[in-house]
């Protein structure tokens, strides 16, 4: 796909009301070859003829993308009853490490030979830009490859004299994931899944049905025994069946707090295994001394990068009371000179929120912060814009009260706080200020000042002069933002029992 002579206009937005675009639903089928069926224990079935009509809708254009049919408790019965029997019959959960590195690997090459259809159908389902859909993908085939390695190296059985340590697979796993990361959060809970031999349900959201069947065409691609993978995209009703299920082992789970919450008090009714990465606030502390030429990109991405869709995005910014307006104005001229449009379109840098709903919660809470007293510095309104689609200025508030609810909700929209300090030691306490513990940073020249914030703050991660996430290493929060981490050999430990045997001497 080409750019043609699209060019930015003054404004940052992109007209591209000249363009002569194939329909979305057309680049669904062509691109991505869409049919609607479902792949249920490592086979493919016809969609669904019953149930009620779904239409899909692009957040970028408003154009239906793609119709299906919501599918029943049979199929859920299906999906559960392969799980618990491929892994009772134990081929995947027996097979070799080799084997299972193997497999992962071949998942990792098929991602990779399908990254176009991924890379559209993911823009055509949440509005991220193409760049964005390619880092995605890319962090996705990364997981694939690393827990590959991790299998290997991996120390599945120890022995002293007269005692054996064994790490079993916990046995059929439920992954659950939003769609504004659906591959490379499906990956992250995935492999370390199949790595460790268990059966694995992988409940995708409804509007995620394209990425869905490319998905499954890429776990296929490693020849898992039947019953093994099942991939659904679903919406709320199936999804609380499968959490509830004693058949499950194991929910792992990315989301909102309040679903969290829910799929919790459910796994602890049946003392079922968890693991929860929920929502953030994370607070980027910028130092008396930091270098702004080189933080302000990075800071700008929270408003940027996904239209702010990320949940360890650092959108509250505590900035020395003396350097709010430098930073402010600065940061404000980055991101207005940031290009806004369709985001099939390669030189579009910022897309639209995933829908109308989230559109209007981003509105909302723009207007509740004004009401509250903190200042616009830029954004604030929609772009003008020939596309129908659910698109937003990135915002920046400047003068912010860290009590204030655009300053302790997540907004998961384009939106920026910048919260005024005097000190260090209060930033450190502001940054703490939250039900939230997912992500944080702090900008800084001196390696002192970086270690002191960075053990202060309580976060599950820390960056230090960068955004710094890496699902090759343990991510999770603390507090409300979940419970247990993935990423690294720790992921993989999630996905494990431990269980000791002793000989007699």
């Excluded at 290997?152 to 007269?162: G, P, S």
């Excluded at 302790?408 to 030691?425: A, K, S, T």
């Excluded at 599950?460 to 002069?465: C, I, Q, R």
């Excluded at 029992?497 to 007699?504: F, I, L, R």
Aim: glycine residues 10%; charged residues 20%.
């Amino acid at each position: 796909m080409t750019a043609g002579d699209l060019r930015a206009d003054d404004d940052g937005t992109v007209d591209t009301a000249e363009r002569d675009r194939p329909g979305i639903a057309d680049l669904v089928k062509s691109h991505c070859a869409f049919d609607g069926r479902l792949y249920v224990g490592g086979a493919w079935r016809e969609p669904p003829t019953g149930g009620e009509l779904v239409q899909h809708v692009s957040p970028a254009t408003g154009e239906v993308f793609a119709t299906t049919r919501t599918w029943d408790d049979r199929i859920v019965d299906e999906v559960l009853s392969g799980a618990v029997g491929s892994f009772e019959e134990g081929e995947w959960r027996t097979s070799g490490v080799e084997h299972r590195a193997a497999a992962l690997l071949a998942v990792a090459d098929e991602i990779d030979s399908l990254a176009e259809a991924f890379d559209i159908a993911f823009t055509i389902e949440s509005g991220a830009p193409l760049w964005v859909s390619a880092s995605m993908r890319q962090r996705a085939t990364g997981v694939f490859r690393e827990n590959a390695r991790h299998v290997v190296d991996f120390a599945f059985e120890t022995r002293t004299e007269n005692v054996a340590t064994l790490r079993e697979p916990v046995g059929v796993v439920l992954t659950i994931v939003p769609g504004n990361a659906t591959l490379a959060l499906a990956s992250l809970k995935v492999a370390p899944a199949l790595a460790a031999g268990c059966s694995v349900i992988i409940k995708l959201p409804e509007e995620s049905v394209v990425t869905a069947q490319l998905f499954a065409r890429a776990l296929a691609a490693g020849g898992l025994p039947r019953g093994v993978v099942s991939v659904l995209a679903a919406g709320p009703a199936p999804s609380e069946r499968l959490v509830r299920s004693d058949r499950v082992d194991a929910v792992t789970f990315t989301g909102s707090t309040a679903v969290g919450s829910g799929i919790m008090k459910a796994c602890a009714d049946r003392i079922a295994h968890v693991t929860l990465e929920l929502g953030g606030k994370s607070a980027a502390v910028v130092a008396e001394d930091a270098d702004l030429d080189a933080a302000i990109p990075i800071l700008a991405r929270a408003a940027s990068f996904h239209s702010g869709q990320i949940c360890a995005a650092l959108s509250r910014i505590l900035v020395p009371r003396a350097r709010q307006d430098e930073l402010a104005e600065r940061l404000a001229a980055y991101v207005s000179h940031l290009s806004i449009g369709n985001p099939l379109d390669p030189i579009t840098q910022v897309g639209p929120v995933s829908s109308a709903r989230q559109l209007a919660r981003v509105e909302a809470m723009v207007a509740a912060a004004r009401a509250e007293g903190a200042r616009l510095v830029t954004g604030g309104e929609r772009p003008s814009l020939p596309d129908h689609g659910f698109y937003y200025r990135p915002t920046i508030f400047a003068d912010v009260d860290n009590a204030s609810s655009i300053a302790q909700e997540e907004v998961f929209g384009p939106v920026v706080c910048l919260i005024p300090y005097d000190n260090l030691d209060e930033a450190i306490a502001l940054a703490n200020e939250s039900k939230y513990g997912l992500h944080g940073a702090v900008f800084t020249r001196d390696p002192s000042t970086a270690e002191a914030v960075a053990r202060a703050v309580r976060t599950g991660t820390f960056a230090v002069n960068s955004q710094g996430i890496d699902f090759a290493h343990p991510f999770g929060g603390y507090k409300q933002s979940g419970l247990g981490r993935e990423g690294g050999v720790v992921g993989l430990e999630a996905m494990l029992e431990t269980k000791v045997v002793t000989y007699a001497p």
